[in-house]
């Protein structure tokens, strides 16, 4: 498959939930002119902690190298919790520029900022310690998810999210979610753009939200998405599957 810009993002590397394996095969299987990494790409957060690093995550960081170096436009925009990779800001590593944000217009005119999103997170940005002790209770839950679809998948049943379930039932974590995505659009409105792509909540959405498009590309630790342009310059989110081909999960067409 074939595009003209991907935008992934919250992969976690590093993790014990990052699904390396699913987006081994998106990389495989998808080509574009340019490639945004979204920030979260690599957990620092938990590799300081414990050293988890499995040769499928290995793999991953060698295709996107390999990508850039046969011609890939490969940007990588550091999120919180990869936030080490921000001092690099400014140089190139690898042949990927490491940048604070990025600025991306689409084939039909729609000019996007892209950026990680951790800014508009107050736990994350004023209480570190709480949003260290909320990564550590999203691990458990996603260490729980795992268990949970291995029995799923011993019975034939698809993959299922216990994480995002909460998300949706959880009435703090829909507020949560509808602040952010307000915080974001304030501030796309501010830096006079058409949009704003994101990630950090692990929640892939596109949206209008007070006039500016809200595009977040979601993770590859319970939803395995991505956001493309394709080669007329629409917009879609894809959900990434091993075994069948790509869902679309949502799909907009904003225009100048």
Known sequence: MVF???????????????????????LKRTDSEYLFLVGDIIDGWRLKQRWFWPQSHNDVIQKILRKARKGTKVFF???????????????VVG???????????????????VMHGDEFDGVVRYGKWLA?????????????NGRLNSLRRRLGLPYWSLAAYIKRQVKEAVKFITNFEEAVAKHGASENVDG?????????????????????????VENGTALVEDLE???????????????????QIPSK
């Open 4 to 26: 003209r810009s991907i935008f992934i993002s919250d992969i976690h590397l590093g993790s014990f939930g990052s699904q390396a394996d699913l987006l081994l095969d998106f």
């Open 77 to 91: 925009i550091p999120g919180n919790h990869d936030e080490f990779a921000r001092d690099y800001a400014g140089l």
């Open 95 to 113: 042949q990927i520029p490491v940048m604070l944000t990025a600025n991306h217009t689409t084939l039909k005119g729609v000019r996007l900022l």
């Open 132 to 144: 260290h002790l909320g990564s550590w209770a999203y691990d458990m839950t996603v260490v729980l």
């Open 196 to 220: 704003v792509v994101c990630g950090h909540i692990h929640h892939p959405s596109m949206k209008t939200v007070n006039g500016i498009v809200y595009l977040n590309d979601g993770d590859w």
């Open 233 to 251: 310059g629409n917009l879609e989110i894809l959900k990434w599957h091993l075994d069948k081909e790509p869902t679309v999960i949502c799909s």
